[in-house]
């Protein structure tokens, strides 16, 4: 099974990139492909001159080539962040559309609230797209900074539980495909 992880951060040391990993960890056996979403800002009159970039075009073959995605994203100014939006921004572009009915599993970490405003708003950003996203409560891990220890696992019971419980589900949508 193809898995594509989406980590809205572009920081090396993320701890949203390393809820995606965990999140991989847990689903169990699978290819796990990392999206790169260090891609030019969308720009119509660039579309127009060379069509889709091929970092584009990359991310676009490696959902299609997924059998299901998940997405980690930090909250910004109760939203989601700049280089998440700018993709879905290019994604949507795309002909046929990739995202189309792809199960999708949302989660976040982050500060007070773990990020999930960021989460609703990824939510209403996904609506065009009509993917399978796992509905459901939030997936949010409070205080990410002290939510890993140092081999990136989650180090409360409780969040590896959910965590493992959510990736079941994903598997499970992944199957039905």
Avoid: C
């Avoid at 056996?29 to 069509?51: F, K, V």
């Avoid at 939203?79 to 999708?104: E, F």
């Amino acid at each position: 099974m193809n898995i594509l992880g989406i980590s809205g951060s572009l920081r090396k040391f993320s701890r949203n990139t390393a809820l995606l990993r965990e999140a991989v960890r847990l689903f169990g056996p699978s290819t796990p492909i990392y999206a790169d979403l260090n891609l030019p800002l969308y720009n119509g009159d660039l579309e127009d001159r060379i069509g889709l970039p091929d970092a584009v075009k990359t991310l676009n073959a490696q959902i299609l080539a997924a059998d299901a995605i998940i997405i980690a994203t930090p909250e910004y100014n109760k939203m989601i962040p700049g280089v998440l939006k700018n993709a879905l921004d290019w994604i949507s572009r795309d002909n046929p559309q990739p995202l189309v009915g792809k199960p999708v599993a949302i989660m976040s970490t982050g500060g007070r609230f773990g990020g999930e405003v960021s989460q609703f708003t990824l939510r209403h950003a996904l609506a065009p797209f009509n993917t399978n996203i796992l509905q459901g409560a939030a997936f949010a891990v409070a205080n990410g900074a002290s939510a890993f220890d140092e081999n990136e696992q989650l180090v409360l019971p409780l969040h590896a539980a959910a965590l493992t419980a959510l990736m079941a589900r994903l598997r499970t949508e992944a199957q039905r495909q």
